[in-house]
């Protein structure tokens, strides 16, 4: 029995986006899931045509899991220079941790240009080249297709940050990394909005806890693996009011919450925090992963009850 299929076409982008700026940037602002996929980050777009300066940046927004800035700058067309010089002034303009360079495709020279930065920059700030396709089989809708074809050496800025702050192996990140594989995929099943990553390299990974600044954290310390809400803020004084408001109703988020957690200021620091410390002291315990999940996932739960039952943001929030 012979199967009928169809044939994969190509659209020309400027048919389904016939202006940049009217079409295109509009219709990403809208359906940012699909860029966010990409790219495994939780990234929520804000604004279009953010001016920086004397000029307009085409996206605005965050990582929704960190709070830190996410910039956009897309064309309907080959890389060119212009936008080059555009990404970098923009960057200057809002010290982003994310820079995403949308286009049609990419010049062996811009793809360089990328690689350039990622390597010379900090393994805080990525840079990522996107290329949009349009597809469409027969006579279907067209559908969007994004190509990621030039991106950060994570490992090599990981290998980095680990041997000026610890000292710890690829080996060991090679553990995280299985761990979260296997945690985050059963937290997605079950609570779909908290995250969209797959994994980590990092002793730590954040779910999206519905407040720019307010995440909620799991990470392994010395003494376990801990289950958090994290305070962050550009400016301390902000985390540390939006602790000090929620220590305030500390009574209630106990008794919603069923345990006492260790309530952290941490002073000195940008970030503060109220822990849950689990019973659970080794990542290498594979046996015990599926447990690990269980009590990450509850406690997540736990911790998101308990700040909607004493007000939630308007409870805790202070701008």
């Known amino acids: 029995m012979t199967t009928s299929l169809g ?4 659209v020309p982008a400027r048919e389904v986006w016939p202006h940049e700026a009217l079409d295109f940037t509009p219709w990403l602002l809208r359906n940012v899931d699909v860029l966010s996929d990409l ?11 953010h001016p920086v300066g004397g000029f307009s940046l085409d ?13 956009v700058e897309n064309q309907l067309e080959t890389s060119d220079h212009t936008h080059l010089g555009q990404i970098i002034t923009y960057a200057a303009g809002t010290d982003p941790t994310t820079i995403v360079w949308v286009a049609t495709g990419f010049r062996e020279e811009h793809r360089a240009a990328i690689d350039w930065l990622n390597q010379r920059t900090d393994e805080n700030t ?9 597809v469409r089989i027969g006579d279907s809708e067209p559908a969007p297709n994004f190509e990621l074809v030039a991106q950060p050496n994570d490992w090599n800025k990981t290998v980095k940050a680990a041997t000026r702050q610890s000292g710890e192996t690829s080996e060991r990140e090679a553990t995280y990394r299985e761990f979260w594989n296997f945690v985050l995929p059963r937290m997605r099943a079950q609570h779909p909005s908290w995250t969209r990553r797959n994994t980590s390299k990092q002793s730590f990974c954040d779910t999206i806890f519905g407040v720019p600044g307010i995440v909620g954290s799991m990470v392994w310390t010395r003494e376990g693996l801990v289950s958090q809400i994290y305070f962050l803020a550009t400016d301390p004084a902000l ?6 408001a929620l220590y305030e109703r500390r009574a209630a988020f106990e008794a919603a919450l069923g345990a006492a957690p260790a309530w952290e200021p941490m002073e000195g620091k940008k970030a503060t925090r109220i822990a849950m410390l689990s019973p659970y002291t080794d990542v290498n315990d594979r ?3 599926p447990e690990i999940a269980d009590w990450l996932i ?11 039952a004493v ?7 202070a701008e």
């Open 7 to 10: 044939r994969l076409a190509v």
């Open 39 to 49: 790219l495994g980050m939780d990234l929520v777009l804000e604004a279009a045509e």
């Open 59 to 71: 996206l605005i927004g965050r990582d929704e899991a960190t709070g830190e800035v996410v910039i």
């Open 126 to 134: 990525r840079v990522f080249g996107v290329v949009i396709h349009v």
């Open 239 to 244: 985390a540390t009011a939006r602790f000090e």
């Open 287 to 289: 046996e015990r992963w």
């Open 298 to 308: 509850d406690s997540q739960a736990r911790l998101r009850q308990a700040f909607a």
């Open 311 to 317: 007000g939630g943001v308007d409870g805790v929030v």
